[in-house]
């Protein structure tokens, strides 16, 4: 889609939503697997930790999540996925949503082969920010606000091959294919600032996003900017530290600021 231009969308998606009900047509209900949506303007990043919590390299293959820029047209959410912890499958995210009210839509898919319910967490209303992170060894990321939470993605240094799905591509000899980090937590509702409380790497859970010395106020104007945060960001921060990135990089997509 070479020359897209996709603007802000609507104010009613931002914020966190959580997915608490699943059902498709394939006969699966799901109100298990942790899901949370953080939603800004245009960026946005997915976390699905499923229950009970992985513990082996083959479970952990079994998680999902991924990062990149929302478009919103009419009742049609598309997220375009510059990152994605599974390997690409040559789809796309779209759904069809129905806001019941301001805390709670709807989204089915448009062929009616799911059902999703998403409920807004009140915690993430006000503050509304983020940034896309680019790494010196390529990786790309971002960094999401809203309200009290945040959720940081980092990618893999290397694409993957299309694929079914990461289990598929993983035989316990690869485990980098698992280096993919998505961590969800909170600035100061946790037991500390900044506290991980779902992590694809579960190493990162209880963890601090930002060290306690790096005193980062989520208000702060430089925060999303500043190398002295970015440069921990992570669980492995590349050599070279992330540098802010006006967009997410697309091999197929341009998306104006």
């Not at 952990?60 to 912890?85: S, Y």
């Not at 059902?115 to 009140?122: C, I, Q, S, T």
């Not at 010196?136 to 809203?146: E, F, I, K, S, T």
Request: charge should be negative; hydrophobic fraction near 40%; charged fraction near 20%.
């Amino acid at each position: 889609m070479p020359g897209l231009t996709l603007p802000a969308v609507p104010p009613a998606y931002l914020g966190v939503w959580q997915r608490t009900l699943l059902t498709t047509t394939a006969g699966i209900r799901d109100t298990g697997t942790r899901v949370y949506w953080l939603q800004t303007e245009r960026l946005f990043a997915d976390l699905r930790i499923p229950l009970p919590a992985p513990e082996t390299p083959a479970q952990l293959a079994t998680q999902a999540g991924f990062a990149g820029i929302t478009e919103v047209t009419g009742d049609l959410c598309q997220w375009h996925r510059a990152i994605d912890f599974q390997p690409p499958n040559g789809g796309e995210d779209i759904g069809r949503m129905h806001f019941v009210d301001s805390e709670k839509v709807l989204e089915d898919g448009l062929d009616g082969s799911y059902h999703e319910v998403w409920e807004r967490l009140p915690e993430s209303l006000g503050r509304n920010r983020g940034t896309w992170l680019l790494g010196a060894d390529g990786r790309q990321g971002c960094l999401l606000l809203a309200g009290d939470c945040f959720l940081f993605a980092a990618g893999r240094r290397l694409a993957l091959p299309h694929a079914e799905s990461l289990a598929a591509l993983f035989d316990g000899d690869n485990a980098e294919l698992l280096d993919f980090e998505l961590s969800f937590g909170r600035h100061q509702g946790g037991a500390m600032p900044w506290q991980i409380e779902l992590s694809t790497l579960p190493a990162r859970i209880g963890a601090r996003l930002l060290p306690a010395d790096a005193d980062a106020d989520p208000d702060h104007p430089d925060l999303l900017r500043d190398a002295r945060w970015l440069n921990r960001l992570g669980a492995k921060p590349p050599a070279g530290g992330w540098q802010p990135c006006e967009r997410p990089l697309f091999p197929d997509v341009e998306v104006t600021p």
